[in-house]
């Protein structure tokens, strides 16, 4: 069974300063999707990135970016230029590979990280 | 651009109560997924759909059912509430031939006294 593993419960950052989020995750599929989602003080869940497992390349959203090591089954977030706005609990989440056949392919959630921004 | 609708955003029922949570997917999208959240816990899947017909099944309680209208948006039912049914949740949609990528809705919060 896939399981996705955040070590780090809290983080803490000063505004404007980078700070980096790990994950690691656990599957015999080579095939897969990788996220991280944002939960702020509201409770909403956002997207924030995506990887997909065959690319090589890193994904890249303006002030967000991963670390995406397949080997290692690492897959990590580094915020640029944190902002206050940025404070929330931060869920990396795994996906198997894309299936047409019918079966839908469920989130696995790690635990969280919640970042904390200090001005 | 449309997001997930949930209705109602918050909910209070008595033990045994039954509850009834709608969600509305993004135009076009074709699958909904139900999430869990409890207090201080990751969200944890429930069921899913696609067009229409149930894909996939988690960890819900037989107490629960679900299902997908013709207009794709779905219901989560949940009968004879426990204390323990209290959390958060989530529906989220996506678009299959699109990747797939999951948005979630704002989510209903259930609180059971």
């Known amino acids: 069974a896939q399981t996705v593993t955040q070590s780090q419960p809290e983080m803490s950052v000063q505004e404007a300063e980078t700070v980096t989020l790990s994950c690691t995750y656990d599957?015999?599929?080579?095939?897969?999707?990788l996220f991280w989602y944002k939960q702020p003080p509201s409770r909403q869940m956002i997207l924030v990135i995506r990887?997909?497992?065959?690319?090589?390349q890193n994904a890249t959203e303006n002030r967000f970016s991963v670390n995406f090591q397949k080997a290692a089954k690492s897959f990590s977030l580094k915020i640029s230029d944190s902002q206050l706005g940025d404070a929330a609990m931060y869920f990396c989440?795994?996906?198997?590979?894309?299936?047409?056949?019918?079966?839908?392919?469920?989130?696995?959630f790690g635990t969280g990280t919640l970042l904390a921004v200090q001005p | 651009a449309a997001g997930v609708i949930q209705s109602p955003r918050h909910l209070i029922k008595e033990k045994r109560e039954t509850a009834t949570l709608k969600c509305y997917p993004i135009?076009?999208?074709?699958?909904v997924y139900w999430y869990q959240q409890g207090p201080g816990q990751d969200p944890q899947f429930l069921i899913s759909?696609?067009?229409?017909?149930?894909?996939d099944k988690g960890s819900i309680p037989d107490r629960f059912s679900a299902q997908q209208f013709s207009d794709y948006h779905s219901e989560l039912n949940m009968s004879s509430l426990e204390l323990g049914d209290s959390a958060l949740y989530f529906c989220?949609?996506?678009?299959?031939?699109?990747?797939?990528?999951?948005?979630f809705g704002p989510g209903t919060r259930l609180t059971v006294l």
């Open positions: 759909f696609y067009e229409k017909m149930q894909s």
């Open positions: 135009p076009r999208h074709d699958t």
């Open positions: 990887q997909e497992a065959y690319k090589q």
């Open positions: 989220a949609s996506s678009l299959r031939l699109a990747g797939d990528t999951q948005y």
């Open positions: 989440a795994y996906r198997g590979p894309k299936n047409y056949g019918g079966a839908t392919n469920k989130l696995i």
């Open positions: 599957t015999s599929e080579s095939d897969y999707y």
